[in-house]
Nanobody, 123 residues
């Protein structure tokens, strides 16, 4: 099994920055695409940013120019640097990973999610 553990959320004032981290742990696995999603109260979960194992990135329009996603493949960790935060960024942020688990002579590929970390932007 693989576990994704997020950290770095909290309360921040508008215009300030926050950095989220998500580390994958387990054994005998390979992580492909990693991403950050968020879900605000009363809204659907939405993609914020994603990054492939090769480093290609994709951002939601709301994140372009303010957020930067990066990863450390050796540490199975993905980061989200969030700058110029606004109250509209308030949400629970979830880490996502596309993972292949190896076992015996086989493997199984699936989606994994972290438990979520709350980000609140308020003065």
């Amino acid at each position: 099994q693989v576990q994704l553990v997020e950290s770095g959320g909290g309360l921040v004032q508008p215009g300030r920055s926050l950095r989220l981290s998500c580390a994958g742990s387990g054994s005998n696995f390979v992580i492909y695409t990693m991403a950050w999603y968020r879900q605000a109260p009363g809204k659907q979960r939405e993609l914020v940013a994603q990054i492939t194992s090769g480093g290609s990135t994709n951002y939601a329009d709301s994140a372009k120019g303010r957020f930067t996603i990066s990863r450390d493949n050796a540490k199975n960790t993905v980061y989200l640097q969030m700058n110029s935060l606004t109250p509209e960024d308030t949400a629970v942020y979830y880490c996502y990973a596309d993972v292949r688990l190896m076992y015996g002579l086989g493997s199984r590929r699936g989606d994994y999610w972290g438990q979520g970390t709350q980000v609140t932007v308020s003065s």
